[in-house]
């Protein structure tokens, strides 16, 4: 699970800069239509998380406690939670969000081995 840790943590960080940018687009698509979406503002927030994520998943790939995987759970749980509820126009931030899922279910196996 070391591996898994690295790569995706490599990939979240990496991850952010794309959503980040998308999201702004998103955003600023939002606010000339005058919708009143939130797609923009959500998929700020997932990036932030996921960069958090990532962070966190590099800094406790080689910890033999379960609190790194514990905080890897919540931050990528939230962060899929609020790509689903509010993807609004951005319709990327679905795929995102089940990334973030994805790692959330392999931290809880990671939790679950040791």
Known sequence: MKTW???SGILSTVLFLVVAFQSCAAGVAD???????TGGGAG???GILM???GIVS???RGSQKKGGDIALIVLYGLAALIGFA??????DL?????WCLVCAALA???SRKK
């Open 5 to 7: 840790k690295l790569v």
């Open 31 to 37: 606010a000339i239509a005058g919708q009143g979406g």
């Open 44 to 46: 700020i927030l997932v």
């Open 51 to 53: 960069l958090s994520g």
């Open 58 to 60: 590099i800094s406790t």
């Open 86 to 91: 509010g993807f609004g126009i951005y319709k």
């Open 94 to 98: 679905i795929v995102w969000s089940i």
């Open 108 to 110: 809880f196996v990671s």
